[in-house]
């Protein structure tokens, strides 16, 4: 299968200063009015609108991009028709959570980890907006998020936000049992902050069904809206370990250096058969890919939507290294000594670790870092395995994002 271009990234996507959203949020808002108070309350709600608003509102298309500014209009119009207090607002962000986050969306939810969706809110975040920038942190069950720069200072529309946010945490399999908006620009503050406790039974993926051919287009469009090749990596082999139920996954890229490095990886290998694509753009190598098949019934058809898939996986792969650079082009020593410092602190390492993750933050590979200091490749390998171990990730790329984001 050929990649179509009208799934990738969206780069011709309209940018505005005024901020964009996309048309599915009129038709939410809509069919939410009508389902809970009906067909006469909507129109008395469009009846607060100017002409112009009530036409384009009207003909709004789900995939196309309008002012954010006309949805800020529609949701003061319910909030004056409905009197509406902050519990409808939330239910009207639940509802608009349950419309957009349908399908394959959903499906994506299942099979990333929850603290990944959480550390990468604002990916998620500019598939519907093209302004404002979320800051998240978790501490347990505590979640906090910032956002910042939205064009938009508007209370409703932050309170239907909170809705949003917190019935999308919920799709995650957890039961949220806190949701608090404490500040809020429309009230003076200079960011907009959001506080839920999110209760889940674990922070592992969710498996369900197995991708089909007819799902390779969602697929192929939602892997290549990754910004970083971390994130996707961890996307990708999750996808492929809980959906498509390879026992074994191991998914390596092509670096700055022209060498292979490992981005992930899951799994044990096995006596299932095995398969090896390489990855490649324009004829040109950016990664490889190495799986082992599921057992028993659907061994074939997993073998032939991964075949129509790996020409998107090449493609998302380039994206991504594109999006941003790996790590700083040039790494300031008191940058880098003070996070090797702190990561002694934290995770008590030993001198040799110290060393090893030295030069797994200088961007070298298993075999350099061996040939730097004296040790075999496996011996290197090894000290690898423990600070993933340390620091609770599971592959190389998520040491490096925590090694240079939090430490």
């Not at 008395?44 to 006309?70: F, K, M, N, T």
């Not at 009230?187 to 889940?200: K, N």
């Not at 002694?344 to 200091?373: C, D, H, M």
């Amino acid at each position: 299968m050929r990649p179509d271009d009208s799934l990738l990234p969206q780069s011709d996507r309209p940018t505005s200063s005024t901020g964009l959203v996309p048309g599915i949020k009129f038709s939410s808002r809509r069919d939410f009015v009508r389902e809970r108070f009906g067909d006469a309350t909507w129109e008395l709600v469009l009846s607060h609108l100017s002409d112009d608003d009530r036409g384009r509102i009207s003909s709004a298309d789900p995939g196309a991009w309008y002012e954010v500014q006309l949805l800020e209009r529609v949701m003061n119009a319910i909030s004056q028709q409905l009197q509406a207090d902050d519990s409808l607002l939330i239910d009207i962000g639940r509802f608009d959570a349950d419309r957009e986050l349908s399908g394959v969306h959903r499906w994506y939810l299942r099979l990333m980890r929850p603290s990944f969706a959480i550390r990468h809110i604002n990916m998620y975040w500019r598939r519907s907006h093209d302004t404002g920038t979320w800051r998240s942190t978790q501490n347990g069950p505590d979640i906090s998020a910032e956002l910042r720069d939205w064009v938009v200072v508007n209370r409703t529309l932050c309170i239907t936000m909170l809705g949003y946010l917190g019935r999308t945490l919920e799709l995650f399999g957890g039961r949220v049992t806190q949701l608090e908006h404490p500040e809020c620009r429309a009230l003076g503050h200079p960011v907009c902050v959001f506080r839920t406790h999110l209760d889940l039974p674990a922070d592992e993926p969710r498996s369900g069904r197995r991708p089909t051919r007819a799902d390779v287009p969602a697929v192929a469009r939602e892997l290549t809206q990754y910004p970083d090749r971390e994130a996707l990596a961890e996307a990708l082999v999750s996808l492929l370990r809980f959906q498509f139920g390879c026992g074994w996954v191991e998914l390596w890229a092509t670096g700055t250096n022209g060498q292979m490095q490992l981005l992930g990886v899951s799994g044990e290998r096995g006596t299932g058969e095995q398969r090896r694509f390489a990855l490649e753009v324009g004829g040109r190598a950016v990664g490889r890919l190495e799986v082992e098949l599921p057992h028993g019934p659907g061994q074939g058809s997993v073998d032939d939507v991964l075949n129509e898939l790996v020409p998107w996986f090449s493609v998302a792969l380039e994206v991504a290294r594109t999006s941003r650079t790996e790590q700083p082009p040039a790494i300031e020593e008191s940058e880098l000594t003070r996070k090797l410092r702190r990561a002694k602190e934290t995770a008590q390492l030993t001198p040799r670790q110290l060393e090893v993750l030295e030069l797994v933050a200088r961007g070298k590979t298993n075999k350099e870092i061996a040939s730097v200091l004296g040790r075999s490749e496996g011996t290197v390998e090894v000290h690898v395995t423990n600070l993933l171990r340390k620091y609770g990730v599971t592959n190389r790329a998520g040491l490096l994002a925590l090694f240079w984001g939090e430490l």
